[in-house]
């Protein structure tokens, strides 16, 4: 049986995860908007992992005899600024993530519960990929500066982006 605490954080950190979906299908059909189809498309492809995760922790609390909870998401910004700007949020994003995560870990493990420390290793894991890819790209497109058709070539590569096989 999972504890009270732990199962609160969780069914905050769903709702957190929704956000973080709806932030980035936001920034997706903003990139779009700005003719970045490619940057738009690797941002969709976030957003259903984010989902995914949203799916997971809910997956969990109910294989722990939790009492699963979808709180109410708030709406994301509507402009984002430049492409690197938009990426520069993501990065930041993903940093604010991060943190929560670990409170999480935290409580976990003050609170002796093991299963929950062993499942959110995947969520520590994945956040170290997160933040390094958002950094990546905040590091091409600063490198890239005003020339236009790097950017471009930048937009094409990201938009290779492919949803994982599950
Ligand atoms: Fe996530
Ligand atoms: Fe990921």
Not at 69 to 78: C, D, H, I, L
Not at 80 to 94: A, I, N, P, R, S
Not at 134 to 159: C, F, H, T
Request: hydrophobic fraction near 40%; glycine fraction near 6%.
């Amino acid at each position: 049986m999972i504890g009270q605490k732990i199962q609160d954080s969780l069914n905050a950190h769903v709702t957190a995860e929704l956000y973080s979906a709806n932030l980035y299908l936001a920034m997706s059909a903003y990139c779009e908007s700005k003719a970045f189809k490619g940057f738009g498309r690797w941002l969709r492809v976030q957003y259903f992992e984010e989902v995914e995760h949203a799916h997971k922790m809910l997956d969990y609390l109910v294989a722990r005899g939790g009492v699963p909870a979808v709180g109410a998401v708030p709406a994301p910004p509507r402009d984002f600024g430049t492409v690197l700007q938009v990426f520069e949020k993501v990065l930041d994003h993903e940093r604010h993530v991060t943190q929560s995560i670990e409170e999480l870990f935290r409580a976990a493990v003050s609170e002796r519960d093991s299963a929950a420390q062993v499942f959110l290793q995947w969520f520590v894991a994945e956040q170290v990929e997160e933040e390094a890819n958002a950094q990546e790209i905040v590091d091409k497109l600063k490198m890239v500066g005003d020339r236009s058709s790097a950017a471009l070539y930048l937009d094409k590569e990201y938009g290779k982006r492919q949803r994982a096989s599950k």
